[in-house]
């Protein structure tokens, strides 16, 4: 057990003035000081703040644009895939809409989306259009897609596809060729 340890007046007279001059001194920071630390402050916080709703804005039309691509890819693998079981002469192509005779199927554009029957494919189609290659054994499709968001591009996607189903003139079985084109809006 330690001792009891008096102190003497006179260090507890020397604590007391210490603790006087620390509450009645003059020094410290001034208002002017002050604002300027705050104003200082601000800038950095308004820095931080537009970084981070760039990065937000950057990633929400990002965002879009890869639904964008993935609805279209998905859009044109049913598509390839629906038309290629048929022949030439079951398809047929007029006013931009496709139809699948034997099956009553349509692809067509309405109010700026691409339809298979009454589903949608693809929201914010802008153009689609449908026509037989010159030999008449393929489609050739052109679709363009655009968004109402800021920073999203407008898509341009071409692609044929050729039948794979018997015909009266012989058999198709081409490979499907597709190009994308991305125009700036």
């Known amino acids: 057990?330690?001792?009891?340890?008096?102190?003497?007046?006179?260090?507890?007279?020397?604590?007391?003035?210490?603790?006087?001059?620390?509450?009645?001194?003059?020094?410290?920071?001034?208002?002017?000081?002050?604002?300027?630390?705050?104003?200082?402050?601000?800038?950095?916080?308004?820095?931080?703040?537009?970084?981070?709703?760039?990065?937000?804005?950057?990633?929400?039309?990002?965002?879009?644009?890869?639904?964008?691509?993935n609805d279209m890819s998905h859009a044109m693998t049913k598509i390839s895939a629906d038309l290629r079981?048929?022949?030439?002469?079951?398809?047929?192509?007029?006013?931009?809409?496709?139809?699948?005779?034997?099956?009553?199927?349509?692809y067509k554009e309405v109010n700026n989306k691409l339809m298979h029957n009454d589903s949608v494919l693809i929201d914010y189609v802008s153009e689609f259009t449908a026509g037989k290659t010159d030999d008449n054994q393929g489609i050739n499709i052109t679709i363009r897609v655009h968004s109402n968001e800021a920073g999203v591009e407008a898509k341009d996607y071409q692609t044929t596809i050729y039948f794979r189903g018997e015909s009266a003139g012989g058999e198709g079985g081409e490979p499907i060729e597709t190009t994308e084109t991305v125009a700036s809006t």
Not at 2 to 20: E, F, G, I
Not at 85 to 106: C, F, K, M, P, W
Request: glycine letters at 6%; a positive charge.
């Open 85 to 106: 079981r048929y022949s030439s002469d079951q398809i047929d192509v007029e006013n931009n809409v496709i139809t699948i005779l034997s099956s009553g199927a349509t």
């Open 1 to 69: 057990m330690q001792k009891w340890k008096p102190v003497c007046r006179s260090q507890k007279q020397k604590n007391r003035r210490s603790l006087k001059k620390l509450l009645y001194s003059e020094t410290g920071i001034t208002l002017v000081e002050l604002l300027a630390a705050l104003a200082i402050l601000g800038i950095i916080i308004a820095l931080a703040g537009s970084i981070h709703i760039f990065g937000q804005k950057q990633f929400r039309s990002q965002s879009k644009s890869a639904d964008q691509a």
